[in-house]
Every structure is written in structure tokens, then in C-alpha cells.
């Protein structure tokens, strides 16, 4: 009966436009802390969507006209100046992504100056993030692993990776169900703490000790999506604290204006 009422959640979310594309193993995770909770069908996946959105539809919203995108980035590949003007249009179209747009120039150079290069990144809870890769100076033939919950969102960013000079791969996911466990050089955990800790209080500190990186570069949002500050950074700076608290790592800290990042070295 529960797994009956399951379902029929399940095929709710997914049914509607917004919510399509969502990692199914999320919204069923989601829908199942709902329906424990005593809701009714009709409040519990109205509550999933609430939930989905806070973690997902707040950034990405609705469709995105992706196959016009990759037709222009196909045509400009080896435009390196308008391409990479394309990437910076089309990053726009995730709130978060955006973010860092006025930081690119600096955001990579600055913290990886110290760093050996890469030979493999591991991309989670990607975004868009995935088309600021020109902005890393990889070697080329880097292996990067993206993986994020829209599974449109996924192929698009297949797609970009497969014109860039690296061996990319990019999947649909639920970092919280399923941390990935792929051994790589470099972690990015950009911005999505705060995410998966709405869905599971435990996820971000799991995530960070379960990945098999050398490095891990893991940052906060420095403002809210409206643009409020709210006393943002002192607190997700406490919550960082908390989350390497007794750990045998070394942290490094960086401050840029929309973001605030920390490299740990496992
Ligand atoms: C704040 S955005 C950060 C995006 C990207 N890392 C960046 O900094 O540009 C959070 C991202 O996490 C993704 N997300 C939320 N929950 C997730 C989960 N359980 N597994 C994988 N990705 C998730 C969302 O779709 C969204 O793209």
C-alpha cells in the first residue's frame, strides 16, 4: 500500500514539466520522507516539489532550449573567442553557475596556482559548471566526470564536453543516495553542501569522507539567490568548520566575492 502511494508520487512529480527530468532515486527519497511524515498523496508531492525545487528547480527552472546551444558551441568549436563568449551566454541559465562569471578569470588560476596539474576531476552536483573547463587549464585528454540530477541538463553537458580536449563523461545522479566513489586528483563540491543538506543532515559531511580525491575544492555560496547577504558566509564558514572538524586534513581557504571556497588536502 506505502510503495502504492510511492509510486503514484513518483509518477505525480515526474508527470509535471518542471520535474521531468529529475533523478528518479531522488524524487522517490524525497517522496518517502514526505509520505512518513503522515502527509496525504496531494500535500506529499506537492511538498516534493517544494523540496525539488529548493534544491534543484530555484537554479536551473524550466526547459532550456539546449539543442540551440549545442548547434551554436558545434558551429563556433574552433572560434575559440566566440565560443567561449557562447559558454559565458549559456551559463547564465543556471542561477548558480552564474554566480561565477564574474570571477572566472581568477576563481581556478588562483587556487589551483600552487597545485600539480590534473590527470582526472570529478564534477558533482555540476550545474552548468561543467562549460567553465576552458577557465581550468586542464591538460589535455584530463579525464572529468560530471554528474548532476537533470538528466537534459547531463546531455547537454555531455554533449559540451565532447568538443572540448578532454575525455569527458557526464551522468545523471543522487549524490546523497549514491556518493560517487571514483578514485580522481580533484573533487569540485561547488555550492552544493547547503543543497544536499535540505534532503539529509548527514550528506555533505558522508560526501566529503567518502570521496576518493587527492583534492577536494568545496565552496559556499557567498549571498542568497536574491542577493541578500544574511550573514551567509559566517555561517556556512561555521558549518565548513564543523564538517572537517577532527580530520586529518589540511584546508586551505579562498575568498572571492560570490563565493567562498575551501581546498582540502585528504
Ligand atoms: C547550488 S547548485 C551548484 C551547481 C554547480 N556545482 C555550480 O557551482 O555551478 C546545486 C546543484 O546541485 C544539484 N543537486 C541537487 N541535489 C542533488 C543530488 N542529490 N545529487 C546530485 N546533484 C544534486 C542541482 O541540480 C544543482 O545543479
Redesign the pocket.
Known sequence: MVDEVLDQLIAAVLGSAKYRAIHPG?VARIGKDELAKGRKLKEAVKATKNKLHQ??GA??GGQKPYAEWLSDLTEYQYDVETFELLLLEIMEN?A??KE?VPILDHFYTSIFASLPPFESVLDI?????PLTIPWMNLPSGTKYFA????GDMIGFVQDVLNLLPIDGTAQS????SNPPSTEVDLALV???IP??EQ?DKQAGERLLEQLNAKYILVSFPAKSLGGRDKGMRENYEARFNQLVEGKDWAVERFEFETELAYLIRK
Open positions: 531522488l534544491v534543484g537554479y536551473l543556471h548558480s553557475t561565477r552536483a555540476c550545474g552548468l559548471n554528474c548532476d540530477i537533470y545522479c543522487d549524490v546523497i561547488l555550492k552544493t543543497c544536499l534532503v
